[in-house]
T-cell receptor, first 115, second 114 residues
């Protein structure tokens, strides 16, 4: 069955430090992958997505992610974290069905930023 | 362009009560979804509607019913609420026609069942 794993439940980084959030997927075909961010009390906002082509994708707010098929990974990175990046981050994979597309989410990584 | 809207934002129910969560989108999307979010479990799909007139079960459908009222609106009903249904509920929509598969989320409804 398709699944998404985010191994880190909580991560704390200092403001200005670099960030990498891990995501591993299990999917038989070429995956369509997403990273979403959820600020406290808010809905989910799309950060970036990968469908095909260049394996390094750029997103909003200075985030990027790299698709590595050999490692079944789609890790999210940011060179310099800002205090406003504190939020929960979700990796997701699309499952294509004849009746529609469904997202399977990881369990999320809570990011804390220390000033 | 409001995107995806949900009502109410907050609700407290007693065990056994019923209620309907409302969702509407103004992006002319074909597909709509209901998720629940629980701590440490990410978002889990309850029901989805690939297009107007169709609905299908997701990962955790027990205790819920849905209605795709028209292309814009997709409601979620709890017939007899249970404490296990205490959660944050999110509605989402997507446009199958563009094949981008991106889903747009509403702000959520925080439900407490006592």
């Amino acid at each position: 069955a398709q699944s998404v794993t985010q191994p880190d439940i909580h991560i704390t980084v200092s403001e200005g430090a670099s960030l990498e959030l891990r995501c591993n997927y299990s999917y038989g075909a070429t995956p369509y992958l997403f990273w979403y961010v959820q600020s406290p009390g808010q809905g989910l906002q799309l950060l970036l997505k990968y469908f095909s082509g260049d394996t390094l994708v750029q997103g909003i707010k200075g985030f990027e992610a790299e698709f590595k098929r050999s490692q079944s990974s789609f890790n999210l990175r940011k060179p310099s974290v800002h205090w406003s990046d504190a939020a929960e981050y979700f990796c997701a994979v699309v499952i294509l069905t004849g009746g529609g597309n469904k997202l399977t989410f990881g369990t999320g990584t809570q990011l804390k930023v220390e000033l | 362009n409001a995107g995806v809207t949900q009502t109410p934002k907050f609700q407290v129910l007693k065990t056994g009560q019923s209620m309907t969560l409302q969702c509407a989108q103004d992006m002319n999307h074909n597909s709509m979804y209901w998720y629940r979010q629980d701590p440490g479990m990410g978002l889990r799909l309850i029901y989805y509607s690939a297009s107007e007139g169709t609905t299908d079960k997701g990962e955790v459908p027990n205790g819920y019913n849905v209605s795709r009222l028209n292309k814009r609106e997709f409601s979620l009903r709890l017939e007899s609420a249970a404490p296990s249904q205490t959660s944050v509920y999110f509605c989402a929509s997507s446009d199958m026609g563009t094949a981008t598969y991106e889903q747009y989320f509403g702000p959520g409804t925080r439900l407490t069942v006592t």
